[in-house]
């Protein structure tokens, strides 16, 4: 039986790259479909349009990682779809609620003197911290940071190389529950450097999440400051990330961009 085409819209924030979608809700199998680089649209993850769920929300974002898995929440992600309801869905700008699985989360679109957009920053709080966890990889101990940003992440202070993490973070990523998003942060007094094994979608060019998650680890050691806007830098671009000094509100801004809209007969 022929599909009905699907018409999307393709985002990426720093090379992590969506494919957005209005509700129904897309299955998991379709969704994996359509992340497929090679046979699909290809996308990290597919944003699904729903109905708000709170008051004062504009809409609910539902979020497929390219295998399948749901995420209950996703920075770049977020940012993208706030870009998208503002500049094509006639909601107003430039502070919007958007509700995830996370719960809602406040957006604002910047725009420059011309009126272009700038960046999109989003509350991410609240963070939780949740105590260190040893991962034993072929007999050599990972430390980590455990954070919740809503959904689950381990952050190493290792080196933040991609080969690395490209070998180290599926197997760190299997010994935990349910699968971990796992980061490889290199804080320092001008930011921190930082690759992040995603959960679901693999070495990714750039998580906000993640970077939150790095941030806010950091934070807790005293290797960079709270309250100040601390540069993330990921191999696709930097994302300025603030830590309240209580480590629960957590600020972040960067890009989100769109690549090109169309259907699709997936
Ligand atoms: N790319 C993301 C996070 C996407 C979800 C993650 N892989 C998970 O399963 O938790 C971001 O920008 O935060």
Request: with cysteine.
């Amino acid at each position: 039986m022929r599909r009905v085409p699907l018409s999307f819209v393709k985002y990426h924030g720093l090379g992590n790259d969506f494919v957005v979608v209005e509700g129904p809700l897309v299955d998991a199998d379709r969704a994996r479909r359509i992340c497929d680089r090679r046979r699909g649209i290809g996308a990290d993850g597919l944003v699904t349009i729903l109905p708000p769920r709170t008051p004062g929300a504009v809409a609910f974002m539902h979020i497929y990682n390219s295998d399948g898995s749901v995420a209950a929440m996703c920075g770049n992600a977020i940012r993208c779809l706030a870009r998208h309801l503002v500049d094509h869905r006639g909601v107003a700008g430039p502070t919007l609620v958007i509700d995830t699985d996370s719960g809602p989360k406040t957006c604002t679109v910047h725009r420059g003197a011309g009126g272009a957009v700038e960046a999109v920053s989003v509350e991410m709080g609240p963070a939780r911290l949740l105590g260190d966890q040893d991962f034993d990889v072929d007999g050599e101990v990972h430390r980590s940071v455990r954070v919740s940003m809503g959904n689950p992440h381990a952050v190493l202070f290792e080196e933040p190389a991609r080969e690395r993490a490209r070998s180290l973070g599926p197997r760190i990523e299997r010994l935990v529950d349910g699968g971990v998003n796992v980061g490889f942060a290199r804080p320092g007094p001008d930011g921190i450097d930082l690759v992040v094994w995603e959960r679901g979608a693999g070495l990714t060019d750039a998580c906000g999440t993640g970077a939150c998650a790095a941030a806010v680890a950091s934070a807790s050691r005293g290797k960079v400051r709270a309250g100040a806007p601390v540069p993330v830098r990921l191999p696709g671009g930097t994302l300025l990330v603030t830590v309240a000094p209580d480590l629960v509100g957590v600020t972040m801004r960067g890009p989100a961009e769109r690549v090109f809209a169309g259907e699709a007969d997936l």
